[in-house]
């Protein structure tokens, strides 16, 4: 079980608009802790896609957006494309915790 | 260009013990805070270790007090020892740069299998 909570499955058709939230608690994004998202392409490793709540590192496309709000934050996917179908997962800190932060369960895109 | 490249994983039988590797390139390995995480066959990830700038490390409870984490700066190569091994640490491992100023992996090498089982 994850200290960060994530839907397991959200889909949609192309040019869609999508989002994944990410639940948290007072110890971690509550806390004011930055949310960082990861999306994971079949038989890759992680890549970083918002990092800071809301920036994109460079090459990101910019339909891609992050968001924060209390406990929890959100990924938003617009125009949704074949090749966003991947895992994405959140990352935070934790005050409760070692180390530079936890991850969420993890969320399957899966585009129509 | 900035790489992180993995080796050393494996199959290993459970108590047995196994040392992955993680060269990089690009950047400094000793100059920066560097984190393993893992991922079991069909879920998600695992936060493992960390070893900051300053030679501090700091490990998740599931490995603590079995798991290594260290550096060779004259190789630019960061490793984690992992001894006494279970079935549960059967895992595809990462080794990632840790942005300090946010504390998010912007960096992650391609991953290495272990397999504990008998």
């Known amino acids: 079980q994850s200290v960060l909570t994530q839907p397991p499955s959200v889909s949609g058709a192309p040019g869609q608009r999508v989002t994944i939230s990410c639940t948290g608690s007072?110890?971690?994004?509550?806390?004011?802790?930055?949310v960082h998202w990861y999306q994971q392409l079949p038989g890759t490793a992680p890549k970083l896609l918002i990092y800071g709540n809301s920036n994109r590192p460079s090459g990101v496309p910019d339909r891609f957006s992050g968001s924060k709000s209390g406990t929890s934050a959100s990924l938003a996917i617009t125009g949704l494309q074949a090749e966003d179908e991947a895992d994405y997962y959140c990352?935070?800190?934790?005050?409760?915790?070692?180390?530079?932060?936890?991850f969420g369960g993890g969320t399957k895109l899966t585009v129509l | 260009e900035v790489q992180l490249v993995e080796s050393g994983g494996g199959l290993v039988q459970p108590g047995g013990s196994l040392r992955l590797s993680c060269a990089a390139s690009g950047f400094t390995v000793s100059s920066n805070y560097m984190s393993w995480v893992r991922q079991a066959p069909g879920k998600g990830l695992e936060w493992v270790s960390v070893i900051y700038s300053g030679g501090s490390t700091y490990y998740a409870d599931s490995v603590k007090g079995r798991f290594t984490i260290s550096r060779d700066n004259s190789k630019n190569t960061l490793y984690l020892q992992m001894n006494s091994l279970r079935a549960e640490d059967t895992a595809v491992y990462y080794c990632?740069?840790?942005?300090?100023?946010?504390?998010?992996?912007?960096?992650w090498g391609q991953g290495t299998m272990v397999t504990v089982s008998s």
């Open positions: 007072s110890s971690n994004i509550g806390a004011g802790y930055d």
């Open positions: 990632a740069r840790v942005e300090s100023s946010y504390d998010a992996f912007d960096i």
């Open positions: 990352q935070s800190y934790d005050s409760s915790l070692s180390g530079p932060g936890v």
